[in-house]
Nanobody, 120 residues
């Protein structure tokens, strides 16, 4: 299982970014995917999740209406469109998939993360 995020960077408050996460090593279309973020000194928190069919999507109130998750099974990629960014959105953003993938245990697999900096 490999997850590779990209698309982070520096953006001004009110700006937008689109993060991408390319997955490999498993059948992408069979698994729910999620995005998390972790700011310095804070716990990692989920910011968006999408079911394997794309029919169920969840956001916490902190990003609802500003962030949108989507996936492209043909490209094995999950996206996070972030609009109206705020300084409090600044964090390292991680892509995540949960599964056993042939092992005896279900666990979360993470990408390396991509830094999002919101500053004027």
């Amino acid at each position: 299982v490999q997850l590779v995020e990209s698309g982070g960077g520096l953006v001004q408050p009110g700006g937008s970014l689109r993060l991408s996460c390319v997955a490999s090593g498993f059948t992408f279309s069979n698994y729910a995917m999620s995005w998390y973020r972790q700011a310095p000194g804070k716990e990692r928190e989920m910011v968006a999740a999408i079911s394997s069919t794309g029919g169920v999507i969840n956001y916490p109130d902190s990003v609802k209406g500003r962030f949108a998750i989507s996936s492209d099974n043909a490209k094995n990629t999950v996206y996070l469109q972030m609009n109206s960014l705020k300084p409090e959105d600044m964090a390292v953003y991680y892509c995540c998939v949960r599964g056993s993938f042939g092992s005896a245990y279900v666990r979360d697999y993470w990408g390396q993360g991509t830094q999002v900096t919101v500053s004027s």
